[in-house]
């Protein structure tokens, strides 16, 4: 989750108002923001990777003072028409194809604000732009540089210059290959036979999206107009994107100028604020809240989230997105402003007439119970996963297959490709692993596996199953089986039988099958030599594997 450390004075410039720390650990969480910390002069907050706009003091201002009923409704930008065109050219329709554009003036920034501005950036790449993929962003230094812009693509060797933090002029296919942000990045371009540029009119390079900046359009404290450009290959993303990050820049006092975005087919003027409308049925919110809110009241609390509202039919609201809050997209997410706005803390619980109050399941508990038994024995937790290979899981237990092996379709890898049906070839891992520790080793493992059933749905079911295992010079039948039988007895199991057996895993002759009322629970017994050297252990074994569900 992205995290966000508001400090007092700046959040306080940022409303308008001073407020104190206090205040702002008692208020912050009915925005729907978690406290990660609270300092002296700051507070550390935790937000839902959707609301983006939340990735600035900016922007936590703005719905901090709605919810406070300082500043209500809407937000107003003005947006000046501006002169700066960029030009898009049809080579970048088959690598990058879309890209926006905004023109900021007269912005202050100093250390602090260009930091956010960086995280608000990098934000917006992994909230929006899949960590660049379908969105990039480039910040410039406008003053020098000379418009009309260009989008284009060159050839990997046909254009040279210094990226951002670099010293040395650089070939696009040096970047990819020597830069950091290139080797990190090359995968979304290094695919096509040209890649994308944004020039200016001097053929000077302001970016290589979705790689890097110019050095040459580096932002620093100094700077006071921006260039802003936004590329990638989803253009409702890119529209998005801009608007969140040029309302936050508006926020911090700077001016905001449209840019005409030249297309081959279109012009596009960029960006666009026209906010979005969206219909909100004043029962539909009142049902699922609990509440008995009037039209009226219902338009206060939505412009108290920020957003406008008026009524165009008996019951019915029509409401005003700020471009911004991209996270509004279904009627549903009306009604949580509605809640923020009226004040969760105004809202009393209820129990509801059929509440139950929970407890643990029968298995939970019988699986806690023997985790505690085995404990007191002695013996050590440990979680392995559920998924396993067929080498380890049949072939180093010298077991056959059989029909019961539960495969993936699509395993990420070899390793991890079947589903297991029992615990100790994964106990029997962990020996492995941990051959380099002192002896004895007594290992348990309470866990789910899983199981051929067709009648079942899925035509597998899942079984909760115990096993232990204890590895030093002297392990032997004796030994396992006590523990065995003292997990049973601890576990309530009134009588069980301990019979002779056959089992490809263990030694023959000492290995036994543990029945309960006549039904085969488990097994128990020596692990034979053979999976002792497929595991590359020089300790014997004893080991036993109950399922807890037939008991």
């Not at 209500?72 to 028409?81: A, C, I, S, V």
């Not at 990039?136 to 210059?161: C, K, L, T, W």
């Not at 049906?421 to 493992?445: A, G, I, V």
Request: net charge positive.
């Amino acid at each position: 989750m992205p995290v966000i450390t508001l400090f007092r004075d700046r959040f306080s410039s940022s409303i308008g108002r001073s407020i104190t720390v206090e205040e702002m650990a008692k208020w912050l969480p009915w925005m729907g923001l978690d406290i990660e910390e609270v300092g002296p002069d700051y507070v550390k907050v935790e937000f839902n990777p959707n609301r983006v706009d939340f990735s600035s003091h900016a922007g936590i201002a703005r719905g901090y003072s709605g919810l406070r009923g300082w500043k209500t409704g809407l937000p107003e930008y003005e947006m000046k028409e501006g002169k700066a065109a960029l030009n898009v050219d049809p080579s970048v329709s088959e690598v990058r194809p879309y890209v926006l554009a905004a023109v900021i003036r007269n912005i202050s920034l100093d250390y602090d604000s260009v930091r956010e501005l960086m995280e608000i950036q990098e934000d917006l790449h992994w909230g929006v732009g899949r960590d660049r993929r379908k969105v990039s962003i480039g910040v410039h230094n406008m003053d020098v540089v000379q418009q009309p812009f260009s989008y284009v693509a060159r050839e990997p060797n046909a254009v040279r210059f210094v990226p951002l933090d670099k010293t040395e002029e650089m070939s696009l296919q040096e970047i990819l290959e020597r830069h950091e942000k290139g080797v990190g990045y090359r995968h979304l371009v290094d695919w096509a036979p040209k890649y994308p540029l944004i020039i200016d009119s001097k053929e000077q390079v302001l970016s290589f999206p979705p790689i890097i900046n110019g050095e040459l359009t580096r932002v620093d404290s100094w700077t006071k107009n921006l260039f802003i450009d936004v590329t990638g290959t989803d253009y409702k993303a890119i529209a998005r994107s801009l608007n969140v990050l040029v309302t936050a820049l508006a926020d911090m006092g700077a001016s905001l100028e449209s840019v005409n975005v030249n297309y081959p087919d279109r012009t596009v003027v960029s960006p666009d604020l026209t906010p979005q409308r969206m219909r909100l049925r004043t029962d539909y919110a009142n049902r699922l809240l609990g509440l008995k809110l009037s039209e009226s009241k219902v338009i206060q609390s939505l412009r108290k989230s920020r957003l406008d509202a008026k009524k165009i039919s008996k019951g019915v609201l029509e409401v005003s997105i700020p471009a911004y809050r991209i996270d509004i997209m279904h009627e549903i997410d009306l009604v949580e402003e509605v809640a923020i706005g009226y004040g969760y803390f105004r809202m009393k619980p209820t129990r509801l007439a059929t509440m139950t109050t929970g407890k643990q399941h029968t298995t939970s508990k019988k699986a806690n119970r023997a985790r505690q038994v085995m404990i007191g024995l002695g013996f050590t937790e440990v979680k392995n996963f559920i998924l396993t290979n067929r080498v380890a899981h049949y072939e180093n237990m010298r077991q056959k297959v059989g029909g019961g092996m539960i495969k993936l379709a699509n395993p990420v890898s070899t390793e991890y490709s079947i589903a297991r049906e029992n615990l100790l070839p994964s106990l029997m891992k962990n020996l492995m692993d941990n051959k380099h520790e002192s002896y004895p080793q007594r290992l348990f493992e309470v866990s789910d596996v899983i199981r051929i059933n067709r009648k079942t749905e899925t035509r597998s079911e899942r079984r909760l199953h115990t096993a232990g295992v204890s590895s030093h010079s002297t392990a032997n039948f004796t030994e396992i089986k006590s523990i065995a039988e003292a997990l049973l007895a601890n576990l309530g199991v009134k009588r069980w039988d301990v019979k002779a057996t056959r089992h490809p895993s263990f030694l023959q002759g000492r290995v036994a099958a543990i029945y309960v009322k006549r039904r085969k629970v488990g097994v128990l017994g020596e692990i034979h030599p053979e999976v002792i050297n497929n595991f590359e252990l020089e300790n014997p074994v004893g080991a036993f594997e109950i399922d807890l569900k037939e008991i």
